[in-house]
């Protein structure tokens, strides 16, 4: 009977001990939303180990440190281990001064640093992956997965020191798919990502028809992948972590030396299979680096993700949500520089903060000194206003598309442009640069006007204007300008996105008084330097002689196309001025008088001051080379 008694007593403690298990093992195989739903005060989460190697990353640990201090998971419940080395910025610095007000927060924290010497001595840039720099970065990575095996810790997650993992719900979300090994997939400006969809047998990059579609999430899901790198979770309880490693391949590997090669490759054998997960937006990583690139340059291409994921495209409009950086990292010291020119000004409705607020943090961003023009709005003229500005629509022109007459926004664009040159003018200033507020900035765009600048003066252009911003509506014709890699004859074009414009330049376009047979200035434009396909229209504007180049590359785009979601315009979308006229007077529109409108006094604009205080490509095809 005791004998029984002591069975009986065995089993229920068993039985005990598997309905205390039960939750943990419910919860690793459940749902996200079971796994949000487990009482605190029961269980804890899960601990997670989060390793980085960070080299030359001061520019951007700030947001990469920013995101993981923002994981909406129980710092109590993680360890982190940091080594940073070979650095020729202060990226120690930004580590420690972030570990000094959040690493108590933190379960445990392990910081390395050594700064000097700076290079490897077989390296030939700070982004050259030499022999001995590979081997240094498989062996902290080596040392990253033992010491976190002598941690017990239960996850591992390696997050390299440029990837921004912006989702606050990564961590649990990837815990939730009870996954060996499971990546959340990021973005670049490329087709580049933090997975490989095909493996050659010797361990290089296969092409797969499987790519594409997960990178674009036209194919969603968690999918087996024989690659993950940059930023992934490792199950570190499952038996197979054991054989992990990074630093000892099997004798079958006949692979290269390579960390994420020889880890994928041990994964493999150890029977850890390998998922990346595209069901949400996760975050951003730096397309992949040239390794002749220098360190500024690489610094330029991390601020291009700044620039490009400044604003989202949402169901309720076109957000400014610009990437965060920490809190606990004191921002660097930026400089503004105007590159020469005497002003440089936005042009941006009143009633379009979003655009105002993105245009202000890009231009910021870049380093540019700008001057922000309030302008002027089609929805507030009607005929009375018109007449007393002395504007008249060239009474024959027509729009070539949509077969009518201006709309109230292009007159108010148009008279928003025609400030700034009146304005250049009256105050004798010899050049600026002129941007609409809907416009997204091409890579290294400084650089590359600096370039086109010095280009300028070695061979003494003679110029009135230059397109920085366009839609090319033909080729022909567009050659390249002798002595030059920067810039084009330009042809017919549409568009204002954004030009440099002389002194004369804008003297030549107010002597033609526009204003008394006004049509769209992206016409305009072209008319006055004497290449429009409607030459029926030429009669009014005389004489048409404004030297106009583009750049070439162009260094900005539009941020939306016609038909995309939240494309907006404010030219276009306004009634047409004839409507407008013939509504408010009664009769049709004025006829300039052109003789009269000759030998006038010029008419002006109300004054419209500056307010305190923008950025792609659209598909087409560049004819030429280019610097970059």
């Known amino acids: 009977m005791a004998a029984i008694s002591g069975i009986v007593h065995v089993s229920l403690l068993r039985f005990a001990f598997i309905l205390l298990l039960t ?189 594409m579609p997960t990178v674009e999430r036209k194919r969603k899901g968690v999918f087996p992948v024989p690659m993950v790198h940059s930023t992934y979770l490792v199950d570190l309880r499952r038996e197979g972590a054991k054989q992990l490693n990074y630093d000892s391949p099997a004798e079958d590997y006949f692979g290269p030396e390579d960390d994420i090669i020889q880890f994928a490759w041990s994964a493999r054998t150890s029977g850890m299979e390998m998922f990346i997960m595209n069901t949400e937006e996760f975050g951003f990583l730096p397309s992949a680096l040239d390794e002749n690139m220098i360190h500024d340059e690489e610094t330029l291409k991390f601020k291009q993700i700044l620039l490009d994921e400044m604003s989202h495209d949402t169901p309720e409009g076109y957000v400014f949500d610009p990437l965060v950086p920490s809190a606990h990292i004191s921002p660097p010291n930026k400089t503004v520089t105007k590159m020469g020119f005497d002003e440089i000004y936005v042009i941006n409705l009143k009633r379009r903060p979003e655009r105002r607020k993105r245009m202000v943090h890009t231009l910021k961003e870049i380093g540019l000194d700008f001057k922000l023009m309030e302008a002027v709005d089609g929805l507030t ?41 009146e304005e250049m003018v009256e105050k004798n200033l010899d050049w600026v640069l ?113 030297k106009a180049f583009s750049a070439e590359p162009l260094m900005i785009y539009p941020t939306h196309y016609t038909g995309e979601a939240n494309y907006i315009t404010d030219t276009e979308a306004a009634p047409d001025s004839r409507l407008v006229i013939e509504e408010d007077t009664g009769s049709s529109p004025i006829v300039p008088d052109l003789d009269k409108a000759d030998s006038g006094d010029k008419p002006t604009v109300p004054a419209m001051g500056p307010s305190e205080g923008l950025p792609t490509p659209d598909g087409e095809p560049s004819s030429h080379g280019g610097e970059l």
């Open 23 to 211: 939750p943990l093992f419910w919860t690793l195989s459940g749902s996200f939303e079971q796994l949000e739903s487990l009482d605190p005060e029961r269980m804890q989460w899960p601990t997670i180990f989060v390793a980085i190697l960070a080299r030359n990353k001061a520019h951007s640990l700030p947001y990469t440190l920013g995101y993981l201090e923002r994981q909406d998971y129980p710092k109590s419940r993680m360890a982190l281990w940091i080594q940073s080395d070979h650095n020729i910025d202060n990226t120690s610095a930004v580590i420690q001064e972030w570990l000094d007000h959040v690493g108590h927060l933190y379960h445990h924290v392990d910081y390395y640093h050594q700064d000097s010497p700076n290079y490897f001595p077989d390296e030939e840039g700070a982004n050259h992956w030499s022999e001995t720099r590979l081997r240094h970065v498989i062996k902290l990575r080596q040392q990253a997965l033992e010491y976190a095996r002598k941690r017990w810790a239960d996850f591992m997650l390696f997050l390299d020191a440029d990837n921004l993992v912006t989702n606050p719900r990564t961590m649990k979300l990837l815990i939730a798919q009870n996954r060996p090994i499971i990546a959340p997939m990021l973005e670049s400006s490329t087709a580049y990502s933090n997975f490989w969809c095909g493996m050659t047998e010797k361990g290089y990059y296969m092409r797969t028809e499987e790519y």
């Open 434 to 546: 002129v941007f609409e507020d809907d416009i997204r900035f091409e890579p290294f765009f400084k650089r590359r006007m600096y370039k086109m600048l010095n280009e300028i003066e070695e061979i003494r252009l003679d110029w009135d204007l230059i397109y920085v911003g366009r839609k090319r509506m033909q080729l022909e014709g567009e050659h390249w300008v002798l002595g030059t890699t920067t810039m084009i004859h330009v042809t017919y074009s549409y568009w204002t996105l954004g030009y440099m414009i002389t002194w004369r330049g804008a003297k030549k376009l107010l002597d033609v008084k526009p204003l008394t047979k006004m049509i769209p200035v992206d016409e305009f434009l072209p008319m006055m330097f004497d290449d429009h396909p409607d030459t029926k229209y030429m009669y009014a504007f005389e004489p048409r002689d404004l």
């Open 381 to 421: 003229l009607n005929a009375s206003v018109l007449k007393k500005m002395g504007v008249t629509v060239l009474p024959e022109y027509k729009d070539p598309w949509a077969d009518r007459s201006m709309t109230m926004g292009e007159i108010g664009c148009f008279l928003s442009h025609y400030k700034i040159w």
